[in-house]
């Protein structure tokens, strides 16, 4: 299948890359190194230094025997998007070219402002080029679990039934996010499921929960195939963060009390569940929604267990709990459904003892590489 | 009170700022004249030319001794909004800054992204200002009920109450729109929503149905003070563009089979239901939200009721179902609620013969500017 990647120099989108070109996918990459201009402008940069893309892509086809395409752009830019999609051909495309991270939503107007637009009109773009393109061409969008909020009844896996007087109907779930960053990322959920509706497009939305992990059987072949792994308090997710705080020395940044459960997942899993869905892809018209985790932990459980795979590498791992920089519940009913990407034969990665002392002794090759400064939460919600 | 006014040009914006201009508010109006320009590139232009907002602001003061303000710019343009913002001090902000026309924002690839993008900074740009100058300033923000689609259970005025396994939960209500503007007004609240409960802002937001009138109290003195009234088939509302199609011995446009139904009030109205929310603001944090009608019609029974009140007037009206541009359920359950309004002391007027007529006798005297190139919609969702 012909795939295009947009944002293919992220945190997912390399490691995607290889993983569908490796099960012989034709693979093209699309990305405007936004992520790396805001990673050194913000001096917010990886543990390990990572090569750019034309480099990575020589190095693959070095390694692998296969190529992945290179187009750097902007997918806000339509009609450098439109002569990729032209050129390319794409049968199904994976947009990740989001701005990703919550904090850096919050930072202030400039922020925000980027965020909004640069989320919302490479959506629309997307959407754009598949109907002049191809209506057929599959579009899998990262989406974010984050886009639910914490509500006090189940969530459903994208669809809510409401009955209300007597009557039912049947509605996208609502949402309650808690950033403007994941606000957008319902937002571009809204467009595409509009487009559905009018022009009969095929849509995943992927709801995933925070990933963790630093390697994929592709990318650790070859440090300079890692993926950008942040461990700040901008781009890092929570539990990659708390593995670095504990090679590191410093207690783990907890915010408030650590009751806030999210469901969670091994970047292998994002990958596996990426392909699934280009291989199902949703029938015309199709607004189909994944929740993409596999276990639920609340931020406690996961500091509790850092530290006792820090311990049994000895490792000791302190635990602090820190003023909340954001807002949200620190304790809350969650129970999110997640079957879809199971029913599609996902094989899940589970958070064992084992996969935390791997990656925390991957971590430990590159202690020196370190910042310590970069651990403690800059940007406030209010 | 001083009230800003966004979109002060508009069919909207200039009556309620004369409205509140004659009721003793402070008032300024901002405008870029987006809509004249599109208007005029599009063809659409007004049934009555309209002067800019320097002269007519300059003819009510010469007309009732009370200054109105003007800024021309763009709410987009962020120093350019905070300027006016510190300025002018408002204590009010109404915000009509946005595209409003359905059709418009169908068009194709580039009005759909003005349509998304203006209506999405502009409102962002609104937060912001009111966050860096005076938190408590309270937006009115003019949304409308087409956020809601046609739902087969009671729309609720703003939030929806849902029992689901057992559990309860109270979401904002979920949002079905059937244009992408529809789409984008109900982005923007929930830009709105979000920033209420981060930073704790005042919002009301009003849930508004198509419009009709023409004419008020205040722009009823000098035909150079009436609104901007457009009649075809872009940016006029469906009542208006039946009296203008009555009047010019054009059938009327049913779109489809014409059971769509939908909530209306007269621009008298509307004028009132801002100034009551104004002097009514919004509690720290609330995202007040307000279904701002008076009485539901099917577009059937509206043709029907124009066919009526032509022939009290010697006009043989006839109506003709054509294909529907749009992509809508035809007939449908619609039943919402609308009393929140009416609890602040909206006193409604409603459709009557008389009001009919009069419009019908006021369009009339402006019968040899209609262009009835302008009638049929060219514009089709799909």
């Given at each position: 299948m012909r795939v295009l990647i947009l944002g293919g120099d992220g945190y997912l989108g390399w490691p995607t890359a290889m993983y569908l070109s490796q099960r012989g996918h034709e693979v093209a990459v699309v990305d405007n190194y936004f992520r790396r201009r805001a990673s050194t402008e913000l001096n917010r940069e990886p543990l390990v230094p990572v090569p750019n893309l034309h480099r990575r892509a020589a190095l693959w086809e070095a390694l692998s025997g296969r190529r992945v395409k290179v187009y750097i752009g902007d997918v806000c830019d339509y009609p450098f998007l439109l002569q990729t999609f032209r050129e390319f051909g794409p049968e199904g495309v994976v947009h990740y070219a989001e701005q990703p991270a919550a904090p850096y939503s919050m930072m202030g107007h400039k922020e925000a402002l980027f965020t909004l637009t640069n989320n919302l009109v490479s959506t629309a773009n997307v959407i754009y080029a598949v109907k002049e393109t191809?209506?057929?061409?599959h579009i899998v969008k990262l989406g974010t679990?984050?886009?639910?909020?914490?509500?006090?009844?189940d969530i459903e896996e994208g669809y809510l039934e409401v009955e209300h007087k007597g009557r039912r109907h049947k509605f996208l779930y609502p949402k309650t996010p808690g950033s403007l960053y994941h606000l957008t990322k319902a937002q571009d959920g809204d467009l595409l499921y509009f487009y559905c509706r009018i022009w009969g497009i095929r849509v995943t939305d992927l709801n995933q929960g925070p990933v963790y992990g630093i390697v994929t059987d592709e990318s650790q072949?070859?440090?300079?195939?890692?993926?950008?792994?942040n461990y700040d308090d901008?781009?890092?997710?929570v539990l990659n963060r708390f593995l670095v705080q504990a090679v590191a020395g410093v207690p783990l940044t907890v915010y408030?009390?650590?009751?806030?459960t999210r469901g969670y997942l091994n970047i292998k899993d994002t990958m596996a569940c990426v392909e699934l869905s280009l291989r199902h892809p949703a029938a015309a018209g199709e607004y189909r929604v994944f929740n993409q985790f596999v276990e639920t932990f609340t931020v406690n459980d996961l500091a509790a267990k850092v530290q006792e795979a820090g311990a049994a590498l000895g490792l000791k791992v302190e635990i602090n709990h820190i003023p909340n920089p954001r807002l949200e519940a620190e304790e809350h009913y969650y129970n999110p459904a997640h079957t879809g990407l199971l029913s599609l034969g996902l094989q899940p990665h589970y958070l064992r003892a084992a996969v935390l002392q791997e990656m925390l002794q991957l971590v430990m090759k590159y202690k020196n590489n370190i910042d310590k400064n970069l651990i403690q939460p800059a940007v406030k919600w209010r």
């Open positions: 191809d209506i057929n061409c679990m984050g886009v639910y909020g914490t509500p006090n009844i072949q070859d440090e300079r195939l890692f993926s950008i792994f901008i781009f890092g997710t408030g009390k650590g009751g806030q």
